[in-house]
């Protein structure tokens, strides 16, 4: 679950759950609050056992996002396979599911099983005290919106086969197995796992993957996601694993030091942008291909007064090369105006006078920039 603003009403909607699904399906990892990646999707069957070869994969739904919805009240007798093929079998009519409610939000309609579920009732704890209330004060929060229509699969579950209808959802993928028994027929599928294994590679299934450039075949899969890129310090921040691939680099992971969150800013391409942020301090990390070399820069910032030490470091041999005074007071709110304003030159102007820019280290809105670069071939 997420509070993706920390500043919103605390009402229903100020904790959620993530748009996983939606990732797994279609690849597009969230790396931040506006940032993405294009992944593959995840080979991970949807519902099931981990192992199971009959039943669809989230990838295998990516081309049925704009399937036309079915009409409300129609027998529901779709197939899909391991692979996304869709075709009909009749003989699914008998178990006389079909579709209930149309959303027009995403022009998809839920399937029976899953619409009662959503607007169900029973005992809920509300205001220090049980009572009979809606399990869910809107059908979607738990669920999100639909994605897909409803299918019937063969799925392998504890090692037998059978019918189960399954649909997914912005948040969350429903399953409807009429062999369970009551109180057990509409389940959620185990969505976390599955992100957790496609994101960081952690168990057996195919984890996420980069789409390589058009026209060029896709990546074999690495042993092992942490495995697969060298790790570079970024400041007191913490670290960032990336690897090079030819003439574009590809953030692995980031691995933040305790009290700092972090940002990505670009995750794949020619230049690799993170930003970690703990109070008062940001230090920007940025890797970039410069002239066949990657070049790490590092810049620790802090809202204090002291001068910007810019250093080199090449073949293991770190070079300090200049400073540089930076001052970021575009608020005004110091008024040094008046005859013989400073202008902080350093030279013996007579800066006497109202207002005088006396260098007397009073800027307490400037903010100091430490930065490293180094270059590794």
Same mark, same amino acid.
């Given at each position: 679950?997420?509070?993706?603003?920390?500043?919103?009403? +605390?009402?229903?909607?100020?904790?959620?759950?993530?748009?996983?699904?939606?990732?797994?399906?279609?690849? +597009?990892?969230?790396?931040?609050?506006?940032?993405?990646?294009?992944?593959?999707?995840?080979?991970?069957?949807?519902?099931?056992?981990?192992?199971?070869?009959?039943?669809?994969?989230?990838?295998?739904?990516?081309?049925?996002?704009?399937?036309?919805?079915?009409?409300?009240?129609?027998?529901?007798?779709?197939?899909?396979?391991?692979?996304?093929?869709?075709?009909?079998?009749?003989?699914?009519?008998?178990?006389?599911?079909?579709?209930?409610?149309?959303?027009?939000?995403?022009?998809?309609?839920?399937?029976?099983?899953?619409?009662?579920?959503?607007?169900?009732?029973?005992?809920?704890?509300?205001?220090?005290?049980?009572?009979?209330?809606?399990?869910?004060?809107?059908?979607?929060?738990?669920?999100?919106?639909?994605?897909?229509?409803?299918?019937?699969?063969?799925?392998?579950?504890?090692?037998?086969?059978?019918?189960?209808?399954?649909?997914?959802?912005?948040?969350?993928?429903?399953?409807?197995?009429?062999?369970?028994?009551?109180?057990?027929?509409?389940?959620?599928?185990?969505?976390?796992?599955?992100?957790?294994?496609?994101?960081?590679?952690?168990?057996?299934?195919?984890?996420?993957?980069?789409?390589?450039?058009?026209?060029?075949?896709?990546?074999?899969?690495?042993?092992?996601?942490?495995?697969?890129?060298?790790?570079?310090?970024?400041?007191?921040?913490?670290?960032?694993?990336?690897?090079?691939?030819?003439?574009?680099?590809?953030?692995?992971?980031?691995?933040?030091?305790?009290?700092?969150?972090?940002?990505?800013?670009?995750?794949?391409?020619?230049?690799?942008?993170?930003?970690?942020?703990?109070?008062?301090?940001?230090?920007?990390?940025?890797?970039?291909?410069?002239?066949?070399?990657?070049?790490?820069?590092?810049?620790?910032?802090?809202?204090?007064?002291? +001068?910007?030490?810019?250093?080199?470091?090449?073949?293991?041999?770190?070079?300090?090369?200049?400073?540089?005074?930076?001052?970021?007071?575009?608020?005004?709110?110091?008024?040094?105006?008046?005859?013989?304003?400073?202008?902080?030159?350093?030279?013996?102007?007579?800066?006497?006078?109202?207002?005088?820019?006396?260098?007397?280290?009073?800027?307490?809105?400037?903010?100091?920039?430490?930065?490293?670069?180094?270059?590794?071939?």
């Amino acid at each position: 679950m997420e509070i993706s603003n920390p500043d919103a009403p +605390r009402g229903p909607w100020y904790v959620t759950n993530g748009l996983l699904v939606v990732e797994l399906i279609t690849g +597009r990892m969230q790396m931040g609050h506006n940032a993405f990646a294009q992944y593959y999707a995840a080979g991970i069957p949807v519902a099931g056992d981990a192992d199971d070869t009959s039943g669809p994969t989230y990838a295998a739904l990516a081309n049925l996002l704009d399937d036309e919805p079915l009409a409300v009240g129609t027998e529901i007798s779709w197939r899909i396979d391991h692979t996304g093929n869709v075709t009909t079998a009749y003989a699914l009519t008998g178990h006389g599911v079909t579709a209930a409610f149309y959303d027009s939000a995403t022009y998809h309609t839920i399937a029976a099983p899953f619409w009662i579920f959503m607007n169900s009732s029973g005992m809920v704890w509300e205001n220090g005290s049980y009572t009979s209330n809606l399990l869910f004060e809107d059908p979607f929060y738990a669920t999100g919106r639909p994605i897909t229509e409803a299918y019937w699969a063969t799925v392998k579950v504890a090692g037998a086969e059978q019918d189960v209808l399954l649909q997914c959802f912005e948040r969350r993928c429903l399953t409807y197995t009429p062999r369970n028994a009551d109180g057990w027929k509409v389940e959620a599928s185990n969505v976390g796992q599955h992100y957790y294994a496609w994101r960081y590679g952690q168990s057996s299934p195919p984890y996420g993957q980069l789409e390589p450039p058009y026209g060029q075949p896709a990546p074999s899969p690495d042993p092992g996601y942490g495995d697969s890129g060298d790790l570079y310090q970024a400041g007191a921040a913490g670290k960032v694993e990336i690897r090079r691939d030819y003439d574009r680099l590809i953030l692995v992971a980031v691995y933040p030091n305790p009290g700092w969150a972090h940002e990505v800013e670009s995750s794949h391409g020619r230049e690799i942008e993170v930003d970690f942020k703990r109070s008062n301090r940001e230090i920007k990390f940025d890797a970039e291909l410069h002239d066949g070399q990657l070049r790490i820069r590092v810049c620790d910032e802090t809202d204090d007064d002291t +001068r910007d030490l810019y250093v080199v470091e090449d073949a293991g041999e770190i070079y300090q090369y200049g400073y540089e005074l930076q001052h970021d007071n575009d608020d005004g709110d110091d008024d040094n105006s008046g005859p013989g304003n400073g202008d902080n030159d350093d030279d013996d102007d007579d800066n006497s006078g109202p207002g005088n820019g006396d260098d007397d280290d009073n800027h307490d809105d400037d903010k100091t920039r430490v930065c490293t670069v180094s270059m590794y071939n």
